[in-house]
């Protein structure tokens, strides 16, 4: 049985030595697998008014983000929810001050989860996470849905008979009211 090694025949040399110096070329302009990357996932982080959340997302490849340059930006909006460089919290939207966090402990690993307390309705947006490291830039975006939450429900019953009078047969008729608590203030 016949055998040839593909770099020792001589007419596989040329294609070879050609697709080489293309890959190589193609890895120098296009380093696809070296760039930054942030993931976030597609479904929408879910609250009740008053609670905490958490804004997950992440580098990947995983790479220690301590030393990057890391917002948190609401859709079409102008002002920063939360930014952090080089170990330290910056300047943010009034409305988010003493209300936003960048979980420390995850950083070493890539993660840039965002904890938000006490969210409000006016909350309800869409939240773009922005990574800086020199001149690699990426993004993701997590979607935040926030529900009212009912408080002081009163119950109101009224039991009736039907008339003509039939064994076993009334009538009930139920109210339902309460208010909708909102913390946005």
Known sequence: MWFVSGCKHPSFALPWRSLLAYLVALNLLCPGSAKLRVVALNLPVTATVGQDVVLHCHLSPCKDA?????????HQSSGFVHHYQNGEDLAQMEEYKGRTELLRD????????LHITAVRSSDS??????????????EAMVNLEVSGQWLGLHFHVLLGLCVPPRPLSFLILMSISGELKDMSL
Do not use: E, K, M
């Not at 301590?66 to 609401?74: G, K, N, T, Y």
């Not at 995850?106 to 989860?113: F, I, W, Y």
């Not at 869409?126 to 020199?134: E, G, H, L, R």
């Open 106 to 113: 995850g950083l070493s690993d890539g993660n840039l989860d």
């Open 66 to 74: 301590r030393s990057l340059d890391i917002r948190w930006i609401r």
């Open 125 to 138: 947006s869409s939240y773009i996470c922005a990574v800086q490291d020199d001149g690699d830039y990426a």
